[in-house]
């Protein structure tokens, strides 16, 4: 029982994390999941079991709030589902480690792009409201659902810090368009998990309690959100983004680095973090009438209505 309620606990605040940041959930929930002794393939099977539920009542949280771009969603979802079932059915076998690091070093170096452009400057307008292409989403939608089958999360990892620096789009609206598509990833991905691995492996009580804590927090999650100035929201992923990837490449092969060594990391990434977000928040209130989230959904709206229809 104890068990069980600690999984609550960790879907409720692993879908927190993802619904308000766009990133987190498969991470933290197949880390502990391995943490206990279970199998990769089995751990990762029974988090995307559960996100089919907690995407779903987190998309539909996104969706009241006004926080999705429908065109971002199908453009990406689709995509990201193909990419899923192929890692979970044909691919997943095969080893992520040496790749890790190198996705790692892209994506710490878009998160300390996010962190700097958001704080210093706030969000960029300059092609806020232009569309996202398919040709861009589509090869990133397959390369994040791959990862997301793989190792177990990664869909937001990859795809948020990626959406986020092309400027295109409000975080708001990048985190509930990332989180609504994952849905159909989840879907993927489980039923490449059923064809691969069989349901032998998968404890469904845990597949229940890690769906029932993050359906709870996805309307918190989607609230929040709405609510975040851009300015505040984009210092926010940025630091989740750098302290992610950091901690991957500081336990690769490549570095190997010692706990000590990792502690005084995280300590020194925790306290720039938290200055950044300081520093945002007083920008903020120094000029509310640029920076609130109304602010820029009227920029976004002007932006939208002047581009035409594309397609490509």
Do not use: C
Not at 214 to 220: D, E, K, N, R, Y
């Amino acid at each position: 029982m104890r068990a069980l309620i600690l999984l609550g606990l960790v879907g409720f605040a692993a879908q927190l994390v993802d619904g308000s940041l766009g990133m987190a959930y498969g991470v933290t929930s197949t880390t502990l999941l391995l943490a206990i002794g279970t199998n990769a393939a089995a751990a990762s099977a029974t988090v995307h079991l559960a996100e089919i539920g907690t995407t779903l009542a987190s998309g539909i949280s996104h969706w009241r709030f006004g926080n999705i771009d429908w065109k971002v969603v199908a453009r990406i979802g689709v995509p990201g589902a193909v990419g899923a079932f192929a890692g979970a059915t044909f691919l997943s076998s095969l080893s992520t480690e040496v790749a890790a690091p190198v996705m790692s070093i892209i994506l710490l170096s878009l998160g300390a792009y996010i962190l700097v452009r958001f704080t210093a400057f706030g969000l960029p307008r300059g092609n806020l409201g232009k569309p996202l292409r398919r040709r861009f989403l589509a090869p990133l939608g397959v390369v994040a659902g791959f990862v997301d089958a793989t190792g177990g999360g990664g869909w937001g990892p990859v795809g948020t810090p990626a959406i986020l620096a092309s400027g295109r789009l409000a975080p708001r609206k990048v985190i509930g368009s990332i989180d609504a598509s994952e849905f159909l990833v989840a879907i993927a991905a489980s039923i490449g998990f059923f064809v691969g691995i069989g349901s032998e492996n998968i404890n469904f009580a845990w597949v229940a309690v890690l769906l029932l804590g993050g359906v709870i927090a996805a309307p918190i999650a989607a609230w929040l959100v709405r609510h975040i100035p851009p300015r505040i929201l984009g210092s926010a992923v940025g630091g989740v983004i750098i302290l992610t990837n950091v901690r991957t490449l500081l336990r690769s092969d490549w570095i190997d680095a010692s706990g000590g060594v990792q502690t005084v990391a995280y300590i020194v990434i925790a306290v720039i973090w938290a200055a950044a977000i300081a520093y945002s928040v007083r920008e903020y209130r120094r000029d509310k009438a640029n920076e609130s989230v109304e602010a820029v959904e009227a920029v976004e709206s002007r932006t939208t209505d002047k581009e035409p229809t594309a397609s490509a």
